[in-house]
């Protein structure tokens, strides 16, 4: 049997509903879609094994794109030929008798045999139940496969109507495959279909875009231009709510001023609040809605809070129908006791809450305050306590409070608060005033930092005051002048305190270590930095101190990651983000000082995803608060990105934008280390000129007292770069062998590793094959055991050649013949030993002449021929040797021998 049959329709037995009303003939295809529609071939993927089920469920809030993609399967189920029926609701199908009008009108022309097996209900339906059967009976009977689309299930609350679905879906035939549609899980019998494997489920966190989606969608469907860190920024803001993003669109500066518009949206919009008003808000039961204003001030809430907040005790029965109708809610644990709402629909809810004149905000922030504080959750019962106005506290509270707030990181709410303190003579208060002065620090506002610790020395002078705090007021001046790159200042204040620990405060212990070893970490002294952390013991917990346990994770892990050990460095920076996207959410301030350094490791091994993924949702964050070396590993990563996606602007703005962090808080080794990138960025430009400039720059900074990688290596570094455009190859290598002996000798072998192809490169072009081998093959062996591809793919194609030569010298080798093929292909693969193509006399002399550094002109006057002819040799030269400017023709070139 041909069974392209579901383009036709056969007569259907039912034209008008009850009452002589026409059925809606609409409601038999999807609804018409607006523009270009993002095909998303991942969810279509998950719902091609319906075949073999009965149900597939697509179960999400509103505008998370569930239509969209039933009408798609729909599509592809037809082009394949298949019999598939569409059917929408609407709460005027909630009735038994009108539900199985329109069901079955749906399903009749599906198939002839269908049409005169239940014919006979043409005389009038039977209940709905006696209905469902015959249905069932003669499903079974056609035996062709049938698909059902059922779109809006959630408008169908009769429970006749559920019964008898449930019964069709127990009893349905194996060629009988339904897929629903519904803003809220429907009570049919989806636990006993998942035991049978006859259930396919598709949620909310799968119908989210993800960045490559969201990419996509703006530049087809939506026609913008958005580059990539705005794309990510617009996907945090929405979390990949796909109405979220189609408002932006909506916007008509979002061509113009995409910036201003994500910053708008963040911040609710009027558009989104529109939508959730007329689609959300407005069918909603007026006891959800008011639970959901009063709620909505809270980060994340449980039922128990939720019941203090409002007054109320329903908090489990509406938490459990607001997780059920998909209203904007994630589950924040996996026993679904805490929750929190979508970030936009958190800002709508808060809008219309203070139009409400019958409600006190500041009343229902003290209620949460004085939930959290009988919790001990002291961070968040401050952060509210702030909100109610109440901005003094008594004593013990205020002083647990500020403690939490520092152990949680969480610095911007506790400047806010200290910072509207007065100072006063009792100890209390100045405990709050020596966390003030290290919340300055950690936001690098050193001057202000460093005036109130001398305010604060000038009490200590005058008054007693308890050992602990006399440790804490040296411990938060080491951290200010570490942080402010005065290092060797941050040792002689550190070093004395870690004979007086423990002291008597956990928290005051893990600073002194914290920072000492900090220090080290930053003059490249490892073994110290790892032994002045065996120095204390610390909490078994990450709930007892999670800062500490943050930062001395960033510690150890820099110190192993700096060594090439990887591996060991990436488990300390998961295990302690764990902990911290646990407790404190993944925008907090440990959060972010994590997934700097894990940015780094995505960046190492070329997995872009992973790397947008850490950053997308705390690069504000990361900005804020990511110390010295987090800020540059995210921005050398994202823009090394750039660069590998041929984003040359995007490369200079995000390095622009890093170099305004360095010069704000003075941090003259970030800035010598963006400056060499940008070293980078104009030779691959062929500026030579603007590379000079930079490397200029980067040699009038000021020492940075013995960091490595410092100051006088990025400018040497820079200067081996500009050497080897110039063509001087040995020049530059002799340049690079002595930081890489430096870096080798101070245990810095990652970054040995990522000089090491660039030293290579010199001896090779210098004619020094063997040496140039013997350079580069340390670098193979440490990538290979740490699984590296762009610290040395980075290099560049200039790499291939002698990439060959290490592959032939160590083919008996092991596992490094493969590795040094998968750099190959990554690199372009192909290294042609001898050129596909001739130059010409001419050409070569000209080739020759641009090895030389001559200018157009002068080449012209070399082989006495007009500037115009010279441009076009060049230019068929390019063509031959597929570059586009002469630094890398003259690479090329030296790839091919043409040189020689």
């Given at each position: 049997?041909?069974r392209?049959?579901?383009e036709?329709?056969?007569a259907?037995?039912?034209?008008?509903g009850?009452c002589?009303?026409p059925?809606?003939a609409?409601?038999f295809?999807?609804?018409?879609?607006?523009?270009?529609?993002?095909?998303?071939p991942?969810l279509?993927?998950?719902?091609?094994?319906l075949?073999?089920?009965?149900?597939?469920?697509?179960c999400?809030?509103?505008?998370f794109?569930?239509?969209?993609l039933?009408a798609?399967?729909r599509s592809?189920l037809?082009?394949?030929?298949e019999a598939?029926a569409?059917?929408s609701?609407?709460?005027?199908d909630d009735v038994p008798e009108?539900?199985?009008h329109y069901l079955?009108?749906?399903?009749l022309?599906l198939h002839?045999?269908l049409?005169?097996?239940?014919g006979f209900?043409?005389?009038?339906l039977?209940s709905?139940d006696?209905?469902f059967?015959h249905?069932?009976?003669?499903?079974?009977?056609?035996e062709a496969?049938?698909?059902l689309?059922?779109?809006d299930?959630?408008?169908?609350?009769?429970?006749?109507?559920h019964r008898?679905?449930?019964?069709?879906?127990?009893?349905?035939?194996?060629n009988?495959?339904?897929?629903?549609?519904?803003?809220?899980?429907?009570p049919?019998p989806?636990?006993r279909l998942?035991s049978r494997?006859?259930?396919?489920?598709?949620?909310?966190?799968?119908?989210?875009?993800n960045?490559?989606?969201?990419?996509?969608y703006?530049?087809d469907?939506?026609?913008?231009?958005?580059?990539?860190?705005q794309?990510?920024?617009?996907?945090e803001?929405t979390?990949?709510?796909?109405t979220g993003?189609?408002?932006a669109?909506?916007?008509?500066?979002?061509?113009?001023?995409?910036?201003?518009?994500?910053?708008?949206?963040?911040?609710?919009g009027?558009l989104?609040g529109?939508?959730?008003?007329?689609?959300?808000?407005e069918p909603?039961?007026a006891?959800v809605?008011?639970f959901?204003?009063?709620t909505?001030?809270?980060?994340?809430f449980?039922?128990?809070?939720c019941?203090?907040?409002?007054?109320?005790?329903?908090?489990?029965?509406?938490?459990?129908?607001?997780?059920r109708h998909n209203l904007?809610?994630?589950?924040?644990?996996?026993?679904?006791?805490?929750?929190?709402?979508h970030h936009?629909f958190?800002?709508?809810?808060?809008?219309?809450l203070?139009?409400?004149t019958d409600?006190?905000i500041a009343?229902?922030?003290?209620?949460?305050?004085n939930?959290f504080?009988?919790?001990?959750?002291?961070?968040?019962?401050?952060?509210?306590a702030?909100?109610a106005?109440?901005?003094?506290?008594?004593?013990?509270r205020?002083?647990?409070?500020a403690?939490s707030l520092?152990e949680r990181g969480?610095i911007d709410t506790l400047?806010?608060?200290?910072?509207?303190l007065?100072?006063?003579?009792?100890?209390?208060r100045?405990s709050?005033?020596?966390?003030?002065?290290?919340a300055l620090a950690h936001?690098?506002?050193f001057?202000?930092?460093?005036?109130?610790?001398g305010?604060?020395?000038?009490w200590f002078?005058?008054?007693?005051?308890?050992?602990?705090?006399?440790?804490?007021?040296?411990?938060?001046a080491?951290i200010?002048?570490a942080?402010a790159?005065?290092?060797?200042?941050?040792?002689a204040l550190?070093?004395p305190?870690?004979?007086?620990t423990?002291?008597?405060d956990s928290w005051?212990?893990?600073?002194?270590c914290?920072v000492?070893?900090y220090?080290?970490l930053?003059?490249?002294?490892h073994?110290?930095?790892?032994?002045?952390?065996?120095?204390t013991?610390?909490?078994?917990?990450?709930?007892?101190?999670?800062?500490v346990t943050?930062?001395?994770?960033?510690?150890?892990?820099?110190?192993?990651l700096?060594?090439?050990?990887?591996?060991t460095?990436e488990a300390?920076?998961?295990?302690?983000?764990?902990?911290?996207?646990?407790?404190?959410g993944p925008?907090s301030?440990g959060?972010?000082?994590?997934a700097a350094s894990?940015?780094?490791l995505?960046y190492?091994r070329?997995?872009?995803?992973?790397?947008?993924?850490?950053?997308?949702?705390?690069?504000?964050?990361i900005?804020r608060?990511a110390?010295?070396?987090?800020?540059?590993?995210?921005?050398?990563?994202?823009c090394?990105?750039?660069?590998a996606?041929d984003?040359?602007v995007?490369?200079r703005l995000?390095?622009q934008?890093a170099?305004e962090i360095?010069?704000q808080?003075?941090?003259?080794?970030?800035?010598?280390a963006?400056?060499a990138?940008?070293?980078?960025?104009q030779l691959?430009?062929?500026?030579?000129a603007?590379a000079?400039?930079m490397?200029r720059?980067?040699?009038?900074?000021?020492?940075?007292?013995?960091?490595?990688?410092?100051c006088r290596?990025?400018?040497?570094?820079?200067?081996?770069?500009l050497?080897?455009?110039?063509g001087?190859?040995?020049?530059?290598?002799?340049c690079?062998?002595?930081?890489?002996?430096?870096f080798?000798?101070?245990?810095?072998l990652?970054?040995?590793?990522?000089?090491r192809?660039?030293?290579?490169?010199?001896?090779w072009?210098?004619?020094?094959?063997?040496?140039a081998a013997d350079?580069?093959?340390?670098?193979l062996?440490?990538?290979l055991?740490?699984?590296?591809?762009c610290s040395l793919t980075?290099?560049?194609?200039?790499?291939?050649?002698?990439?060959?030569?290490?592959?032939?010298?160590?083919?008996?080798?092991?596992d490094l013949?493969g590795y040094?093929?998968?750099?190959r292909?990554?690199?372009?693969?192909e290294?042609c030993?001898?050129?596909?193509?001739?130059?010409s006399?001419r050409?070569s002399?000209?080739?020759?002449?641009?090895?030389?550094?001559?200018?157009?002109?002068e080449i012209?006057?070399?082989l006495?021929?007009?500037?115009?002819?010279?441009?076009?040799?060049?230019?068929?030269?390019?063509?031959?040797?597929?570059?586009?400017s002469?630094?890398?023709?003259m690479s090329?070139?030296?790839e091919l021998?043409?040189l020689?």
């Open positions: 049997m041909d392209r049959h579901s036709r329709r056969f259907p037995v039912y034209s008008q009850t002589g009303l059925l809606i609409t409601k295809v999807p609804p018409r879609s607006p523009g270009v529609l993002l095909v998303r991942r279509l993927a998950r719902l091609e094994p075949a073999e089920r009965s149900l597939a469920l697509v999400a809030g509103a505008g794109g569930k239509t969209t039933l798609q399967w592809q037809q082009e394949r030929g598939v569409w059917l609701l609407d709460e005027g009108y539900f199985c079955l009108d749906a399903l022309p002839p045999g049409g005169w097996r239940l209900l043409a005389a009038g039977p709905i006696r209905v059967g249905l069932i009976n003669a499903v079974q009977a056609v496969p049938l698909y689309i059922v779109d299930y959630h408008t169908i609350r009769d429970p006749a109507i008898a679905f449930a019964y069709l879906l127990e009893h349905a035939p194996a009988f495959h339904v897929l629903l549609g519904s803003r809220s899980l429907p049919l989806l636990s998942r494997h006859q259930l396919i489920e598709v949620d909310t966190n799968d119908l989210r875009f960045l490559c989606e969201a990419r996509h703006f530049a469907s939506a026609a913008l231009a958005l580059s990539n860190a794309t990510q920024r617009l996907l803001v979390e990949g709510w796909i993003m189609q408002m669109t909506l916007s008509p500066s979002i061509k113009d001023n995409p910036a201003q518009v994500i910053d708008s949206l963040s911040h609710g009027r989104v529109r939508y959730l008003e007329d689609v959300v808000f909603l039961p006891a809605d008011d959901l204003m009063r909505s001030i809270l980060d994340r449980c039922a128990e809070l019941d203090a907040v409002t007054g109320r005790h329903d908090g489990h029965a509406m938490l459990d129908w607001i997780e904007f809610v994630a589950a924040l644990d996996d026993h679904g006791q805490w929750f929190r709402y936009l958190a800002e709508t809810l808060q809008t219309r203070r139009r409400r409600l006190d009343t229902l922030h003290e209620r949460a305050g939930w504080a009988g919790q001990s959750l002291w961070a968040e019962a401050t952060r509210h702030l909100a106005g109440k901005v003094e506290s008594a004593p013990g205020a002083g647990l409070g403690q520092a969480d400047l806010g608060w200290l910072q509207q007065p100072i006063t003579a009792d100890e209390h100045i709050l005033q020596l966390n003030l002065a290290w936001r690098f506002r001057d202000e930092s460093r005036r109130l610790l305010e604060l020395r000038r002078a005058v008054h007693p005051a308890r050992r602990d705090l006399r440790v804490k007021l040296d411990a938060v080491a200010c002048e942080f790159e005065n290092v060797q200042t941050g040792i550190a070093e305190l870690l004979a007086q423990p002291c008597g005051v212990d893990g600073l002194v914290n000492l070893s220090c080290h930053v003059l490249g002294q073994e110290q930095a790892q032994a002045v952390q065996r120095h013991l610390y909490p078994g917990a990450p709930t007892e101190n999670l800062f943050v930062h001395r994770a960033f510690i150890l892990g820099q110190s192993h700096r060594q090439g050990d990887l591996r460095a300390c920076f998961l295990q302690a983000m764990a902990s911290a996207d646990r407790l404190t925008q301030s959060s972010a000082t994590l894990l940015a780094e995505a190492e070329g997995d872009w995803e992973r790397l947008d993924a850490l950053v997308r949702q705390r690069g504000l964050q900005d608060v110390p010295l070396d987090g800020v540059l590993a995210v921005y050398r990563a994202l090394r990105r750039a660069l996606e984003d040359g995007q490369a995000l390095l934008h170099q360095a010069g808080r003075r941090w003259n080794r970030l800035q010598a963006l400056l990138e940008q070293v980078r960025l691959q430009r062929d500026d030579l603007g000079e400039h490397l720059r980067i040699e009038l900074l000021k020492s940075d007292e013995g960091a490595i990688p410092g290596h990025y400018a040497r570094i820079a200067r081996a770069r050497l080897l455009a110039q001087l190859g040995l020049a530059a290598a002799d690079l062998a002595g930081v890489v002996a430096e080798e000798a101070r245990g810095q990652l970054e040995a590793v990522r000089l192809p660039l030293w290579a490169i010199a001896l072009q210098g004619d020094e094959r063997d040496a350079a580069l093959l340390p670098a062996q440490l990538g055991r740490e699984n590296l591809l980075d290099a560049g194609p200039a790499l291939l050649p002698l990439l060959t030569r290490c592959a032939a010298v160590e083919a008996g080798s092991g013949p040094i093929a998968l750099l292909e990554r690199l372009g693969g290294d030993v001898e050129p596909p193509f001739s130059l006399e050409e002399q000209t080739l020759r002449l641009v090895a030389a550094g001559q200018s157009n002109k012209a006057r070399s006495d021929i007009s500037v115009e002819t010279v441009k076009w040799h060049l230019k068929n030269l390019y063509g031959k040797l597929q570059v586009t002469r630094t890398r023709a090329r070139a030296r021998s043409l020689e």
